[in-house]
């Protein structure tokens, strides 16, 4: 599978634990971008990374949050002292330098459920 | 704050009609429009983009834009029961920035 790969898929945690999420973007692809998706609303981007640099946070993304993207290739989120109101799909999407119009491909998500 | 709205619908059409999506933004930068299909459970999957007023064609689907309007859409003709899910509109801003509406659910009935 070439595409945008996530894991775990789903994640059920207590609040106040911590969770780390992994995404692996499509290989040649060296934008990647953090997203988190509630039931009934569009993805609301939380960071973007080119290469290992991250160059854009969102407000969103409290200090309980930190993204990582050490080597330029996979990715991971980590959420501290989860909360209820963390339950979401976080997706994770990448794309590729040098294309004009910056098409985004989608990875298939992690389900978190803060208990 | 940069906004795309969307008909949360749903919006229901019988098979092998036209099924016309809208969606509008506010933000005048906005400098590219994505339209994005999500099944259930799933992630969104790409179906087109569009960054010139006017139509796009791809297959089955049409996309337009109005940017004196502010205003997108997406035509899908000739719709199947396969294409029901929730349509998902996103304005590009400042080239990595991308906001999306909250998506309009197609239905499709046999």
């Known amino acids: 599978d070439t595409g945008v790969s996530q894991n775990p898929r789903h994640k059920i945690t207590k609040r106040g634990q911590n969770v780390t999420f992994r995404c692996d973007p499509i290989?040649?692809?060296?934008?990647l971008y953090w997203y988190r998706q509630t039931l009934g609303q569009g993805p609301e981007f939380l960071t973007y990374?080119?290469?290992?640099?991250?160059?854009?946070k969102s407000r969103l993304l409290s200090d309980r949050f930190s993204a990582e993207r050490p080597k330029g290739s996979f990715s991971t989120l980590e959420i501290q002292r989860t909360e209820q109101g963390d339950s979401a799909m976080y997706l994770c999407?990448?794309?590729?330098?040098?294309?004009?119009?910056?098409?985004?491909?989608f990875g298939p998500g992690t389900r978190l459920t803060v208990l | 704050q940069k906004e795309v709205e969307q008909n949360s619908g749903p919006l229901s059409v019988p098979e092998g009609a036209i099924a016309s999506l809208n969606c509008t933004y506010s933000?005048?930068?906005?400098?590219?429009f994505f339209w994005y299909r999500q099944y259930s459970g799933k992630s969104p999957e790409l179906i087109m983009f569009?960054?010139?007023?006017g139509d796009k064609e791809d297959g089955r689907f049409t996309a337009q834009l109005n940017k004196a309007s502010q205003y997108v859409s997406l035509l899908i003709r000739d719709s199947q029961p396969s294409d029901s899910a929730t349509y998902l509109c996103?304005?590009?801003?400042?080239?990595?920035?991308?906001?999306f509406g909250s998506g309009t659910k197609l239905n499709v009935k046999p």
């Open positions: 999407a990448s794309s590729l330098d040098g294309t004009a119009y910056n098409e985004q491909f």
């Open positions: 290989s040649e692809h060296n934008r």
């Open positions: 990374f080119q290469n290992e640099a991250q160059l854009e």
């Open positions: 933000d005048r930068g906005s400098q590219s």
């Open positions: 569009i960054y010139s007023n």
């Open positions: 996103a304005a590009q801003y400042n080239f990595n920035k991308f906001y």
